[in-house]
C-alpha cells in the first residue's frame, strides 16, 4: 500500500481531553482485526495522557492519511468537528458510535457513520462484545494504612505504601483497593465481615500491610504478599510468623524501601506455590482441631481469684 492510502484509526481515546475506557479501547482492538484481516494498512492515535510512547495528534501528517476511522463513544462535541477540520481531505467514517443528535455538524462531518445506536434505528452490540479474546491477568486485593500512629518513630507506613503502589501499578494485574474497616452506610465499604470475606474468596493475591489483611486473606485460602510498615518488625511480622506464612517482607530503615527484586520474588510465589499454602492454613484456621489462639484461654482467666497477679500479658496457645 502507498503510504497515502494508510488509514488513520482514532477515537475518544485519542484526544487530550478525552478518556480512554476499558469498552473504547476492546472496541479498537475489534476494528484493529477486522483492517487487519482484510490487508489494510493503518496507525493508531492515542492520548498523551494515556499512552505517552504511542502516536498522538501532534504527531500525525494529516497528508499521510486517505482515510480516518473513528472508533466508540458518541459523535458529539467540538474534539469530534476538529478531527473534521484537520482531515477534510479524507474520507471519514464512524463506527460502532451513539448518535445523539444526527444533524449536529460532528455526525453530518462523517461520510457514513455505522453506528452502534442512533434516533430511528435498531440498536446494534456494541464493538467491545466481539473483540478478541484476551488472557487472563491475576485479581489482586491491595490493603493498605497509613495509620498506626502508636509506633511513633518506627513508622513506615507512607514510604511502604508509595513503594507498593507505585510497584503494583506496573504488574500487569487487575488491582483492587479493599478496606478492612466495616460501615454500614457507606455503600463502597462493606458492611460485615462476611462481605468482605466474599470479596477476598475471589481473588488470586492480596497484598497489604496491615495484620487483618493477612489473616483474613489466608482464613479465605488466598495467598498474601505481607509488607511490615513498622521499622524492626511488628505485628505483621509476629502474625506472620503465628500462621507460618513466609511471604513477609521488611520495611526496614527509610533508606531501605522494600526491594523490587524480593516483592517479585514472592509475588512468583504467592501465584504458584503459595496458593496450595494458603489453603492448607485455611483450612488449619477452619479444621476441627484448630491451632489454638488467646481466646482458649480466656475462661480460665475469667475465673481466676481476682488479685492474683495483675494483668500479665500470657504467650498464645
Wanted: with cysteine.
Amino acid at each position: 500500500m502507498r503510504g497515502r492510502d494508510r488509514i488513520l484509526v482514532t477515537g475518544w481515546f485519542s484526544f487530550l481531553h478525552g478518556e480512554a475506557t476499558a469498552g473504547d479501547v476492546l472496541a479498537l482492538m475489534r476494528v484493529e482485526r477486522v483492517l487487519r484481516d482484510a490487508g489494510l494498512a493503518y496507525d493508531v492515535v492515542w492520548s498523551p495522557g494515556f499512552r505517552a510512547d504511542g502516536a498522538h495528534f501532534d504527531d500525525v501528517d494529516p497528508a499521510a492519511y486517505s482515510r480516518l476511522v473513528f472508533v466508540c463513544g458518541p459523535v458529539h462535541g467540538p474534539q469530534v468537528e476538529e478531527v473534521h477540520r484537520r482531515f477534510a481531505h479524507c474520507v471519514r467514517i464512524a463506527v460502532g458510535v451513539s448518535v445523539v443528535d444526527p444533524r449536529s455538524p460532528a455526525v453530518t462531518g462523517f461520510h457514513r457513520v455505522l453506528a452502534r445506536d442512533a434516533p430511528g434505528t435498531a440498536p446494534g452490540p456494541d464493538l467491545a462484545a466481539r473483540a478478541p479474546a484476551l488472557s487472563k491477568v491475576p485479581v489482586v486485593g491491595v490493603v493498605l494504612t497509613r495509620g498506626q500512629q502508636e509506633y511513633g518513630g518506627r513508622r513506615r507506613h507512607e514510604e511502604v505504601a508509595a513503594v507498593l503502589t507505585r510497584w503494583l501499578a506496573g504488574r500487569d494485574c487487575a488491582r483492587l483497593e479493599l478496606e478492612t474497616r466495616l460501615d454500614a452506610h457507606d455503600w463502597r465499604l462493606c458492611g460485615t465481615p462476611a462481605q468482605l470475606e466474599s470479596v477476598l474468596a475471589r481473588l488470586d493475591l492480596v497484598v497489604t500491610d496491615r495484620l487483618h489483611g493477612l489473616v483474613l486473606a489466608l482464613r479465605a485460602g488466598v495467598p498474601v504478599l505481607a509488607v511490615d510498615p513498622v521499622e524492626g518488625g511488628a505485628k505483621v511480622t509476629a502474625q506472620a510468623r503465628a500462621c507460618g506464612w513466609p511471604a513477609l517482607v521488611a520495611a526496614g530503615r527509610p533508606d531501605r524501601a522494600p526491594a523490587k527484586e524480593v516483592l517479585e520474588h514472592w509475588w512468583h510465589w504467592c501465584l504458584t506455590d503459595g496458593r496450595a499454602v494458603a489453603a492448607r492454613i485455611g483450612a488449619g484456621f477452619r479444621a476441627a482441631d484448630p491451632v489454638p489462639d488467646a481466646a482458649d484461654g480466656l475462661v480460665a482467666a475469667l475465673r481466676a481469684a481476682p488479685g492474683s497477679g495483675g494483668a500479665g500479658v500470657a504467650p498464645d496457645g
